[in-house]
């Protein structure tokens, strides 16, 4: 099997040949957002230099423009999560809305006492919402514990699944620890028991492409800037007839089929869901960005983004003190740690002045930093487009801070 050329791929990223405090950039924070290609900045560029007007309107030809673009983006997404019908993709703002989204339309099928599971490794975007809805509802959210390794304790969860049950909301993949949760048998689990299942796909999407359908999943999360596209916007995928069901999220203009003050009705799914004028740019830098990564060979990339995984672990016992928080068999090229007698955001801060990119905090998964008794970590994300050198130097780096510092 050829290898990546990660050489090549690096000059379709120019973000990444650039010096940051007089040290070539070494961006590890693929986990916050990823960078973009040429093929998105170009993909946009082009959008407002050629076709720009609003979406949905007719009467013009750049309208129609804006609309094939718009509408060809959409079944691009549809194609990558190989969804049955473009009526299943919603945008939305990112992963956050999405959930918000299914989180508001789910309210009126809970009531008191009924459960929604979700897990100790969440993100706050599908923890929250949750909390939010159970709130109003009489709801309870009720996390599946993880082991200390930080994979989802199995018994548990099967032992958590009851007559209450209505929701089951999981990461595909941990934003912390890198693990890759076994989502097809949760779900598999969960329909056995009819309870709705939803898949935080944020950190997923980057490494894989998943297909909704062989997963059976009835919502499926992601934001475009973690994949390789613009910010600002994301997509749910949602089996049509929960969408049907559901009431819309917000209301306004393109979400409606008719007006009046007597009573006004539902546009059609997807529109149903998308009040206002959406991120039309975004929406065709998010295709690009899918067509880039459909551009790539993925065995090759996955056999590439494992070897930096396998550096990183091997070069752990280089630095004094050093332990990786998420040692999970499936794991994404994600490192969390930490190194005794450093302050994970001094770590970040004396990285930096080398150049070097990662990201230090809780990471927004404030549970996940309660069971392993921290407050927060240090954690290097690494893309496809990272090099087996970058991972050297982030070690060699962390090798003189903890001889200068801890
Ligand atoms: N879920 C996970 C697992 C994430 O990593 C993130 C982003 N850090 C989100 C949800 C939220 O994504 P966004 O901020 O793009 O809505």
Not at 18 to 47: E, F, H, I, T, W
Not at 164 to 170: E, G
Not at 239 to 264: A, C, D, W
Not at 377 to 388: D, G, H, M, P, V
């Amino acid at each position: 099997q050829p290898a990546l050329d990660v050489e090549a791929i690096r000059r379709d990223f120019p973000i990444l040949s650039q010096q940051v405090n007089g040290k070539p950039l070494v961006y590890l924070d693929n986990g916050a957002s990823a960078q973009k290609p040429v093929a998105v900045l170009d993909a946009m560029d082009r959008y407002y230099r050629e076709m720009h007007s609003n979406v949905h309107r007719g009467a013009h030809t750049l309208g129609d423009r804006a609309t094939s673009a718009f509408e060809g983006a959409r079944e691009t997404v549809r194609g990558f999560l190989n969804a049955a019908s473009t009526r299943e993709i919603i945008w939305t703002r990112g992963t956050t809305e999405a959930i918000n989204l299914v989180a508001n339309g789910l309210a009126p099928r809970l009531q008191s006492g009924d459960e929604i599971l979700v897990t100790q490794m969440e993100h706050h975007a599908n923890i929250v919402p949750w909390q939010m809805v159970a709130e109003r509802t009489g709801a309870k959210v009720i996390p599946i514990p993880v082991t200390p390794a930080g994979e989802l304790e199995l018994d548990s969860f099967h032992s958590l699944l009851n007559e209450r049950t209505k929701v089951l909301a999981v990461a595909h993949v941990s934003n912390v620890l890198g693990t890759v949760n076994p989502i097809a048998a949760l779900i598999n689990e969960a329909k056995k028991r009819g309870i709705i299942t939803l898949v935080d796909g944020a950190q997923a999407v980057p490494h894989y492409q998943p297909d909704v359908q062989a997963l059976d999943c009835d919502f499926y999360a992601f934001s475009s800037h973690k994949m390789f596209g613009p910010t600002g916007i994301g997509v749910l995928y949602g089996k049509s007839h929960l969408l049907e069901e559901m009431p819309p999220y917000q209301g306004g203009g393109e979400m409606i089929e008719r007006v009046s003050f007597e009573r006004t009705t539902w546009n059609t799914l997807p529109y149903k869901f998308e009040a206002g004028t959406p991120a039309i740019a975004e929406a065709v830098g998010l295709g690009a960005a899918i067509d880039y990564l459909g551009s790539l060979d993925r065995k090759a990339m996955e056999a590439a983004e494992s070897a930096l995984l396998i550096r990183a672990n091997d070069l752990v016992e280089s630095v004094p003190g050093m332990e990786i928080i998420g040692t999970a068999t499936d794991k994404v090229p994600v490192i969390s740690f930490k190194i005794a007698g450093l302050h994970p955001s001094d770590i970040g801060t004396l990285l930096d002045q080398q150049g070097i990119a990662i990201r230090t905090g809780h990471h927004c998964a404030m549970p996940l930093m309660d069971f392993y008794g921290v407050p927060g970590t240090a954690r290097a994300s690494f893309a496809f487009y990272n090099t087996l050198n970058e991972v050297e130097q982030l070690f060699t780096a962390l090798q003189k801070i903890q001889r200068l510092f801890a």
